[in-house]
């Protein structure tokens, strides 16, 4: 049985709830955290249940001042060992910038930026002074171009991937055991894809659409055996090699052009 600890943040649908299935079959204890804390307490008793595992609820909004210190207080004090730390929350806002809330923005840094930036901060120095971790953060395609109408969203997907690169770099140098990746997914089949809340909503079609579960699956397999940058699924891997070739402000101009048509 493996007595080793996961923390996912966005843990109550989507992506993340992937995520906490796979890591309970594999047999991880499970620090369950997004702010529906009903929903998070149904999923903790189903994965429990189901795998023996121990699973710790944390109902935590992450855009409130200190979120990311609190929530690590809050696993300490429980005596709780993180070894591997998913920073899956992520919001996304569509739409012209001039016209989307301003408030929604900043909140949208927050969250995708500012605190996966000081999660990884706090538990990469705890996982280095016990010489052992993984660290999984979320980024996305997004993060390989600028894409008009999702600007601000994707500058934050791309300073989670450079930011992860450059930290991979390090911590290998450092030998301090500690291992962490950028998952980049594409287009994926969750609510994000479809969310009022989100400003607009883009019309995709479901063959361009991966699974949560698929991208989950490649995310944590590419971050146990030490892959840096994990890119899943074949038609995103060569959307990744297009964006090597093609300017950036030609890809900007397809991608605006796509949006305007697809954005409702
Ligand atoms: N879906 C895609 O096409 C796609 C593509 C590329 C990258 N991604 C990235 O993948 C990650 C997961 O996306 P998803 O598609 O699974 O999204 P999702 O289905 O919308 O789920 C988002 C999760 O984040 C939690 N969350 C949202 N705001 C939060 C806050 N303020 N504090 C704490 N938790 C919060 C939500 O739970 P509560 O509502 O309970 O708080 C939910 O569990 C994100 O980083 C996203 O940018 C997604």
Redesign the pocket.
Known sequence: MNSQTALV??????????FCKILAGRGYNLIL????ER??NEIALELSQSHGIQCTVVA?????PQ?AQLLFKNTKDQGLHVDFLI??????HNGPFCELSLAEQE?MIT??VQ?LTSLTHLFANDMATRNTGHILN?????AWTPIPYQNV?AAT?AYVLAFTQALADEMNAEGNGVVISA???????????D?PDQGATLRISPKM?MS?KD?AKQGITGCLSGKNTIVPGISNKISTAVTHLVPKMTLAKILGRFYRKNMY
């Open positions: 943040t966005g843990a109550s649908e989507g992506i993340g709830l992937e955290v997004a702010r529906r929903k998070l935590a909004d992450l855009s409130l979120a920073n899956n929350a992520g919001l996304l909140t969250v995708n605190v979320v980024a996305s395609l997004a969203y997907k998952l980049c997914p594409g287009y994926t089949a969750t609510k994000m894809m969310n659409m949560p991208v």
